[in-house]
């Protein structure tokens, strides 16, 4: 039996991924490496990613289709027959595992099934009695065998199942969870546009490589989403139903939290109004969302992690986008109303709210690696203003965007990261100093005698600032420009 060479023709097209693809190389040449259970978010380059490392290898790759699991299994043994000889029997799923290892028994064979739990029997006893089954084939062909196994999935609640202890194949397989870019990987799709309106477009598409081509084809934002987003023929018009639906069967409550998180980080009560359900029975589907890895509990910088409390938040840029400007505009998308309109009338005014969060997530993440050594753990803060605040100024909280902290509760750095079209000006230092640090001490922090301030600005800085920070060397003026073009 000989395996053909698989061949990528889409290998010139193919962007980044250099640690996954090196970890996989890796892998391959490892004599004793289990399978792989690579798993991720629809669209995040699952099928790619594959594609572009059996390059150049004796691979088989097989793609399952959402029908039946013994047709899908009579389409692989037909897929099989060229390199056999004959069509085998595939009466299960241990039948295809079986082959495929025989396949292997003189060269090494890289073997990739795509969206396998499609393979899956319906009902938990029966996946587990064809899991049970694979685990055998498993053991007793592993030993004898130069198969290389990737099992390859977008039901992430099912593929991470793999690797819980209750499951068969628990400690059988190695996870790669496939995430989305980084802006730094997410800017090598958008080599055309300024660094801001790169930042733009990864605000919105989460760096998740399909949504990055999509939008990044038109050098007008505007354009881009009206054709590729805001039209029900569009291809990302209904990009999050589907992936929700997908995990969560029938989501119309969940639906309802994604849209009240769209708009910001908010708290358990605030969900509850917003979405007319009690505090009580909403826990539950936040449970549901939060193990799925589409939201999260956050707590200001510094909180126990039991605390109570807490600001729950929507994870994914694209699935806040969807939720704000898409889901509550489909009926009038399809009734006439044009996507350049919904852009000029709602978007336009609200999408620096929208990316601003990413903004600030980016600023925290520059500072983790420009100041690593300074504050090893940086966050966000927000608690209760002090007592000057409250009765000089009527504020009731503050919130401070970055807060790097080492032992314990010592701040070394603070920032401030505003995604605003005019300069920055010298106020935000007077909030800092006036209303900011001085609460952030009354929650039990202490500042560091060389405690440093960051201050990002998409628009620059005033020259009122700039002459603050020349005299203040406490005041480091970030060019964001400058760093999101490195």
Known sequence: MTVPTFEFPMIDRFIDRVDELARLESWWNDDDALPINLFGRRRVGKSWLFRRFAHGKPAILLVAHKVAPGAQLATFARALEPILGVVPELPDLASLFSTLYRIARDERVLVVIDEFPWLLPSGEQATDRALTAVQAVIEHERDRSQLRLILCGSAIKQMEAMQTERNPLFGRFAPLHLRPLAFAEASLFLTELDPISRFERFAITGGMPRYLTTLGADRSLRSALAHQVLNHNAALWDEARTVLEQELGEPRLHFAILESLATG??????????????????????????????????????ARPNARGGHWHLLDPFFRFWFRFVFPYQDELENGLSGNDLFDAIISEQLHDHVAGEFERWCQRWTRTHRGTKSPTVGSWWGAATKHGHTSAGRHTEEIDIVGIRQ???VSIVGEAKWRTRKLDATILRDLYEYKLPALEAAGFTLDRD????????????????????????????????????
């Open 265 to 302: 980080d908010k708290e358990l009560n605030e969900i509850a109004q917003s979405t007319r359900v009690p505090a009580t029975s909403l826990s539950k589907y936040l449970n549901v969302l939060s193990d799925l890895g589409i939201v999260d509990r956050r707590l200001p910088i510094g």
């Open 408 to 410: 314990g509760r010592r």
């Open 451 to 486: 405690l440093e301030v960051l201050l990002f600005a998409r628009a620059g800085y005033s020259a009122s600032l700039r002459a603050a920070a020349d005299r203040d060397q406490r005041v480091t003026l970030v060019d964001v420009a400058a760093a999101l073009a490195h």
